[in-house]
């Protein structure tokens, strides 16, 4: 994955927490329900990551991840809207990175997506939230004494979308 397309947080020494935009990833890597499992999985090889959005035009109609593509090993001209993900975790620019961490933790995902006026903007996956750890700036992370802003996995928005998306 090109290491270029994360944002850049805050400088060290800052007291602004760390929101979800400073850590995630733009140009987000995303696929079409009809791509096969074959095309999807050398795509998600070929850029060593996990997993990735599905796009019905510009709609999120789900996620497809490597472990989902083993589901149907050896029918590599399947498409993979029949082993997509079509629950959506997914959170906003402008909430804090923090929110994002513990719904991952909270509901064992490795990506979150990051949606702005129902559109696709980014992605946040622990290895953007371990740039962050590198670059030391994990305090950023952490709501400091007084700091009044909200980091609860409730306010990240859940979308089951088989109930509106009819292939």
Do not use: C
């Not at 809207?81 to 995902?109: F, G, N, Q």
């Not at 702005?116 to 992605?123: M, P």
Request: aromatic share 2%; proline share 7%; net charge negative.
């Amino acid at each position: 994955m090109d290491l270029s397309t994360a944002v850049e947080a805050p400088a060290a020494g800052t007291h602004r927490p760390i929101t979800v935009a400073d850590i995630m990833t733009r140009g987000v890597l995303s696929f079409s329900p009809q791509t096969t499992i074959e095309e999807a999985a050398r795509a998600l090889n070929d850029r060593r990551i996990g997993g990735a959005p599905v796009l019905d035009g510009s709609r999120v109609v789900g996620v497809i991840s490597k472990s989902d593509l083993l589901d149907l090993i050896g029918d590599g001209s399947a498409p993979i809207e029949r082993v997509m993900t079509p629950v959506l975790i997914a959170v906003r620019p402008t909430d804090p990175a923090l929110a994002a961490v513990r719904l991952m933790v909270t509901d064992r995902v490795h990506r979150a997506l990051v949606m702005q006026e129902g559109r696709l903007v980014g992605i946040v996956t622990p290895l953007d939230v371990l740039r962050v750890l590198a670059r030391g700036e994990a305090g950023g992370l952490v709501p400091h004494d007084g700091d009044d802003w909200h980091a609860d996995p409730a306010s990240a928005i859940y979308v089951d979308v088989r109930a509106t998306w009819d292939p």
